[in-house]
């Protein structure tokens, strides 16, 4: 009895300290893209700094260091909530940080020639996750439902919320790798390329936050999605992907360029 108890007391702990996250897969992939569109000066760079590894090898690692209480500091850095009808500009920044300030403040660091070894890994590695999370539509999101958390929905007749139906479940149900996934997205030319690398992360947040307007509208809460739904939003998925990699690649270049 006292170790059913036990059990009762430890799911919820368990399932609090699982919160989802952008596909690991997804990040991977944001990663490989980033890796095949950089600058052999940056390609040097990044493997000298990660020590021979490549970008979706690191892609995960800001969040397998949210367990890890001295980190706890960086958890707001994942995303960014504020009214979808306002600009980001317009809106008093949190004062614990948000994704679009974790950006800026790792290309800072990185830039700067003070930085230590370390903290050129470390903010490096943030910044392949963060450039990733970004493109999660549910990571520019709504403070009232925490960027979709809170919007109960069913996947495939389970519980789950459109946070973690964009965040991994629409991914990781296709059980494709990262490589397949990332070798399965349409190609573009060099045209539509350097059109999605241009601006800074104020113009990306700008037009992330209106396809997040767009999934906010794609459902209603209760609502039991299925194979349709994915069907649907594949391509914004796949095209999310594209715009993380591509323009982590710019952001890369601009750095080591
Ligand atoms: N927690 C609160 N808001 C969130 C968001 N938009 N994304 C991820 N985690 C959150
Ligand atoms: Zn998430
Ligand atoms: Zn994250």
């Known amino acids: 009895m006292r170790s059913y108890l036990f059990l009762l007391f430890l ?6 300290a699982n919160p989802p996250v952008w596909s690991r897969t997804g990040h991977r992939v944001v990663g490989e893209i980033a890796q095949q569109h950089l600058s052999r000066k940056a390609q040097k760079a990044v493997a000298r700094i990660l020590k021979g590894e490549g970008l979706a090898e690191v892609a995960n690692y800001a969040d397998d260091i949210k367990s890890d209480t001295s980190y706890r500091r960086f958890g707001p850095w994942h995303y960014v909530n504020f009214p979808l009808d306002k600009a980001y500009t317009e809106v008093t920044p949190s004062p614990n940080g948000d994704v679009v300030a974790g950006i800026r403040f790792c290309i800072e660091t990185l830039k700067s020639d003070t930085t230590t070894p370390e903290d050129e890994a470390f903010y490096l590695k943030m910044l392949v996750h963060l450039v990733g999370d970004l493109h999660q539509p549910m990571h520019v999101g709504r403070a009232e439902d925490r960027g979709g958390n809170d919007i109960q929905l069913q996947w495939f007749d389970r519980g789950s919320n459109l946070h ?8 990781d149900d296709y059980g494709m790798s990262y490589t397949e996934l990332a070798g399965s997205l349409p190609r573009w030319n060099r045209a539509q390329i350097k059109a999605v690398q241009q601006g800074d992360v104020l113009d990306w947040v700008e037009e992330i936050q209106e396809v997040s307007k767009e999934v906010y509208e794609s459902v209603s809460v209760g609502e039991k999605l299925y194979y349709r739904y994915r069907y ?3 391509d914004t998925v796949e095209e999310q992907l594209l715009r993380g990699g591509l323009r982590l690649a710019a952001v890369l270049n601009d750095i080591y360029g």
């Open 232 to 234: 649907t939003w594949w």
């Open 164 to 171: 973690r139906v964009w965040d991994s479940e629409m991914i």
């Open 11 to 16: 799911l919820p702990l368990t399932v609090m």
